[in-house]
């Protein structure tokens, strides 16, 4: 099974079928690079300390032992939607020019990898020479047909773009989506990933996203996990930043068995911004795990980190967040802080803030606080009038408002708002 740690490139060759990959558009030293990096490293378990509280290996064995890739069609997905969004389909790991909506926004441009130009095929290769983990080098050599979503110099995008992640599987399937989205200089734009599990069976979702901010470029990004009981996945995303440049991400996970967030920023540049936000709310036996690095590489660049977990029955949550802060990066200003409401006696929430500086004019703090529900706030609002249930919607819904306001679509919003209580 090409989930277990082999011994020679043809062992892992000869599965190529098993995961219907499509790696025509990635050349032979990128696909040799990410299939000896699984040899030597195999899938992590919780002995590798990046995984410690999340044993992909055990899950991938024990939940996903037959893998057979079959999928139900799709054929609308009306009801999937944003309101005044442009929105782009992925299904089962594949773009699908056929439900995405015809690309009617000046100065955006979209390739398949199917039909690369030449900066896409080098950005691609560039990404896949960073096999740091063994689930970007399983999505290198086992890739889905993505995308290279190109925002061109000087423009800034008046509509926001919303990507369906959907997942159909009416078997045990493993899906390894891929895109590139590349903002030239002087670029704005506001994208939404909407991840959907619409099968009837589990599926492993194994994504890796690349994002390119060029100078004075801006990005928001929102991602909503939302893949249901059967859904299981690891979600990379790589971003680097460039001079004057700002990225923000807000990520917001309502469901999924296992989810597992890994985000790295490179502040490549001086004067350059990010801020990730992340919401989850657990329940049953869900695992949800965020771990970020932002990368301080030059000075005079700031970054802010807020993420806030719900966690209910046996559920866990985990964040790990490192700020690294370079010798040359003086003048840094960082920020992290881990927030958490424990709705159950034996629920688990994880958090591990951390700082590695080697600069020595920084402006750089981390926090982490856990709890449950303030039994005097309970206490006030029941005295005036309100239900005990009633009362612990409001307090849940203010703690998770500080980062549901950080979303400017309203339409994504109002989903967000109506599920996460």
């Not at 890739?143 to 773009?161: A, D, R, V, Y």
């Not at 249930?389 to 339409?411: G, T, Y």
Request: hydrophobic fraction near 35%.
């Amino acid at each position: 099974m090409i989930l277990e740690k082999t011994q020679t490139h043809q062992r892992v060759i000869e599965q190529i079928s098993v995961l219907n990959a499509k790696v025509d558009f990635m050349n032979d030293t990128a696909l040799s690079n990410a299939l000896t990096y699984l040899e030597e490293k195999g899938i992590p378990n919780n002995k590798n300390e990046e995984y410690k509280y999340c044993n992909i290996d055990s899950i991938l064995k024990t939940d996903f032992k037959n893998i057979q890739q079959q999928f139900n069609t799709v054929s609308t997905i009306n009801n999937l939607r944003l309101n005044d969004c442009l929105t782009l389909v992925v299904v089962n790991g594949n773009f699908s020019e056929k439900l995405s909506d015809k690309l009617v926004l000046k100065g955006v441009k979209l390739f398949s990898f199917n039909s690369l130009e030449n900066s896409g095929k080098q950005l691609l290769t560039a990404a896949a020479k960073s096999n740091s983990d063994s689930f970007i080098a399983l999505n290198t050599a086992f890739s889905g047909i993505g995308f290279h979503l190109k925002i061109l110099k000087n423009e800034q995008t008046q509509i926001p773009i919303q990507i369906l992640y959907i997942n159909s599987a009416s078997a045990e399937s493993f899906v390894n989506p891929r895109n590139i989205i590349e903002l030239e200089e002087n670029s704005s734009a506001t994208i939404i990933e909407h991840y959907i599990n619409i099968g009837t069976h589990k599926v492993f979702t194994n994504f890796v996203s690349e994002k390119y901010l060029a100078q004075n470029s801006n990005l928001k990004s929102y991602t909503l996990q939302n893949e249901t009981s059967l859904g299981y996945g690891v979600y990379t995303n790589q971003v680097k930043v460039n001079k004057h440049a700002n990225y923000q991400n807000t990520t917001v996970t309502l469901s999924g068995r296992l989810v597992r967030n890994n985000h790295q920023v490179i502040l490549s540049e001086d004067n350059c911004e990010a801020s990730l936000f992340g919401l989850f709310k657990t329940s049953n036996n869900q695992l949800v795990d965020n771990h970020t690095l932002i990368d301080h590489q030059k000075p005079n660049c700031q970054s802010n980190e807020l993420y806030k977990g719900i966690i209910g029955d046996k559920s866990t949550g985990v964040f790990n967040g490192k700020i690294f802060v370079r010798k040359d990066a003086q003048k840094t200003n960082a920020y992290q802080s881990s927030k958490n409401v424990l709705l159950s006696d034996e629920g688990c929430i994880n958090t591990k803030p951390q700082l590695e500086i080697f600069a020595d004019d920084v402006k750089c703090s981390h926090g982490t606080s856990t709890g449950k529900i303030d039994e005097n706030a309970l206490f006030y609002l029941n005295a005036r009038g309100l239900g005990k249930e009633s009362a612990k919607k409001l307090l849940l819904s203010a703690f998770a408002n500080e980062v549901i306001d950080k979303i400017e679509v309203d339409s994504l919003k109002e989903i967000i708002e109506s599920q996460i209580i």
